[in-house]
């Protein structure tokens, strides 16, 4: 097991986007959610919705990945639901 020391002369070696991300995770998992803040949607490193959704888009394009109707047309769960025992 590391010691907190260790753990923190290791983050030396991360590139600094990996440290930038470690931090944004920190911040999320141990800040105290106020009951004011719990109705506010998580902040994605400053991002909002919209900025996410295109670098979503962007990352979709520049992959060539492409979404048709035909790959969610068996998507649908079509069974009547649980069977109830009467």
């Known amino acids: 097991m590391m010691t907190l020391q260790e753990i ?3 983050l030396d070696a991360l590139p600094m986007q990996d440290q930038a991300a470690l ?3 920190l911040q999320l998992r141990l800040a ?7 109705a506010q949607p998580p902040n ?3 991002e909002t919705f919209w900025e996410m959704t295109l670098r979503f888009r962007e ?8 979404f ?7 998507l649908r769960d079509r069974s ?5 025992e009467l």
């Not at 990352?59 to 492409?66: D, F, N, P, T």
């Not at 009547?80 to 109830?84: H, S, V």
């Open 68 to 74: 048709t109707n035909e790959d969610f047309a068996a």
């Open 59 to 66: 990352r979709m394009a520049r992959e060539g990945i492409e």
């Open 8 to 10: 923190i002369q290791s």
């Open 32 to 38: 105290p959610i106020a009951p004011e803040d719990s």
């Open 80 to 84: 009547p639901g649980k069977e109830i």
């Open 44 to 46: 994605h490193g400053g």
């Open 23 to 25: 931090l944004n995770l």
